[in-house]
């Protein structure tokens, strides 16, 4: 048998079969394999096929394109490290001179990667310190990479690749930001609350009197001074009463000021959201961001409006009455205190286990999120290929997780409880036996007893319900953490701080020795190009070219690494983001369109257009005759991402949009490639309408579409290698020439399929 089943949790699935009989040749007598990882791209990215192993002695590698094996016995000094970006991840095998080799595979191997990392460090160490091994237990392992966890903890340092920081209860001051608007509204608040509690504190103390002089000396033999009685009871209801006035009206304005700070900060959040530039939003999930602004600012809201003000008031009680206390019988009043110093410990213990618990439980929730947000826009892909039971399987997975993170902080939270509530039943226990005792030396009356037992009762119940503050502080902790780091996020596209604002757009773009990084991957180099007021550019070459990124920076979707973009001669990072935006139309491939009417998603870009404005655009675009046979016309709705239209009835659409704005530069990225041959023919006649006296720069995989552009900038790996018209980059025999060949040769190629009489014939154009 192959020794390749042992892992650090037992359960490794076994080599490839095409790899099997190489690896056996290659261990030595009683060497095992411990992890391993198929690498399946070379050194230029291109698919190949090669092998990484660890083995309890050594480390192996096969990579693509070699003709023998690697190996390195594992000794001190010796370091595997893994990066990843764009898709491709890395491991780099380095020594004490430095990297020695690098392998690289697609992020579907990345967890596979990371056992042999683990592995890696496992069996060096034990080589190093002459230890045997200690493998985890399955049940102390991660799920995903295998990797033991640390104790007393439930995420995979590994596999949780996103850096992250237990949030802290100071945290929550950074929301100050948002009540500096209300402070007055709050201290109003905080005084009727100190009034509303002391106004509960007199009905106590005025137990002490009925007790002491009228119904003792009533059992005594004394008859009853209903005046005086009649005074405290109306001492009692007035108290009452004020105490209900005050409450209220403390509740109602701190609620309405609570209220107005969720408001606020949702509204920032989601102001400075839209603010951040593309690359931000790359890396994040739309479920995980929709879950911050809604799900994380409510749970704010409900901490300022309802938690933090009882809080408040809970204080302020214990505080008012530990100060009566105090001043009626001192020695009682200590007896009192005792269980404090315990429940303070408590209270310590669990804010420190709840303190990463709750992030850790919104991270997972948002998890549940995305796979709806993923699901729900996609329904269509997702019945198109019956993948209910999967994506049903996907959510119940995820709600599975959410389930047990949950259960596993309530295990926590059950005990705390009921222990708060034990501490306090003890000391009211503790309370009554010394004060029996005091009375039967003299020492105090009945009525302070009564009195102590009264406040006693309000006083536990403070402390109790105070210490459940500690759940709700560290939710809203970590809440505040997660929108902050929204708001803390900077964007790469900064608006100018001396900003330049055009008089009169004319048009011109120039590009001098603009490049752009995307991390550490260079994406577009030494780019030098000008395009003249009215010029169309047709932009042309293979996929992954660079022909959308110098798009995306010609639009400031994102800013050069080096270089500049010019417009008018003024370099666009000087020109306000939105008034440089306004200049210009876009048109994508896959056309973008909100839930509304027709009429609203025309006039996007320019919403106080007027009915006619909207039309003409429409008619521009050759759209007016298929909305008019919609059922309502323009006021017809559109479902969400545009449902209920064709592909090329949503492109007219989004002409009409560009159109209808304006603008003295467009984009044309792909804009006819998903529709047929009848409404191309459509397409490209609002698109000769949209393109008149505009500059304009397309971008087309079918180079028969840019036959009207003035002139071609053929694209390589990030650089632009030929300029021309269609005739002078035929002549040169270079780039273009070859491409537009190798198209031909595609479409003459192409299997003959029946056509209805309607339907013309194509040829290789």
Known sequence: MIPNAQTLAGNEPALPSHWAAEVEAKLAAGEKTQAWVEIDLDNRLRFASGLVLVTDRRFLAYAPGDTSWQEWPLRGGLTLNHNDHAGVGALELIDEKGLLATWRYTLAKNLAALRVINEFDLNRDSIVSGQAVLRASDEDCCPQCKAPLPPGEDECPVCNREATVAPSTWTLFRLWRFARPYRWQLILGFALTLASTAAQLVPPYLTMPLMDEVLIPF??????????????????????????????????????????????????????LLGLSLEYFGGKRTGDLMARIGNETDRINIFLSLDLLNFATDVLM??????????????????TLLPLPIIGWLIHFVREKLRTGFEKIDRVWAEVTNVLADTIPGIRVVKAFAQEKREGERFRAANEHNLQMNDKLNKTWSLFTPTVTLLTEVGLLVVWVFGIWQISKGESTVGVLTAFLAYIGRFYTRLDSMSRIVSATQRAASSTKRIFDILDHVSSVPEPTNPVHLEKVTGQLELKKASFRYGTRSVTRDVDLVIQPGEMIGLVGHSGSGKSTLVNLICRFYDVSEGQVLIDGVDVRSVPVAEFRQHIGLVLQEPFLFFGTIADNIAYGKPKATRQEVIAAARAAHAHEFILRLPHGYDSLVGERGQGLSGGERQRISIARALLIDPRIL???????????????????????????????????????????????????????????????????????????????????????????????????
């Open 219 to 272: 059992q005594n033999g004394k008859p009853i001074d209903w005046p005086l009685v009649l005074t405290y009871l109306g001492g009692l209801f007035v108290a009452a009463v004020l105490a209900w006035g005050l409450g209220w009206i403390r509740t109602y304005i701190l609620s309405l000021v609570s209220e107005r700070m969720g408001r606020d900060l949702r509204t920032q959040t989601y102001d400075h």
């Open 318 to 335: 214990i505080v008012m009455t530990a100060v009566i206390l105090f001043s009626i019988n001192p020695w009682l009043a200590l007896v």
């Open 667 to 765: 984009i044309l990225d792909e804009a006819t490639s998903a529709v047929d041959t009848e409404t191309e023919k459509e397409i490209q006649k609002a698109l000769d309408n949209l393109v008149k006296g505009r500059t304009t720069i397309a971008i087309a995989h079918r180079l028969s579409t840019l036959r009207k552009a003035d002139r071609l900038v053929v694209m390589d790996r990030g650089r632009i290698v030929e300029v021309g018209n269609h005739d002078e980059l035929m002549a040169v025999e270079g780039h273009y020439f070859k491409l537009y060949m190798a198209q031909a040769r595609n479409v003459d190629t192409e299997p003959m399929l029946p056509r209805s009489a309607s339907q013309p014939k194509t040829h290789a154009e």
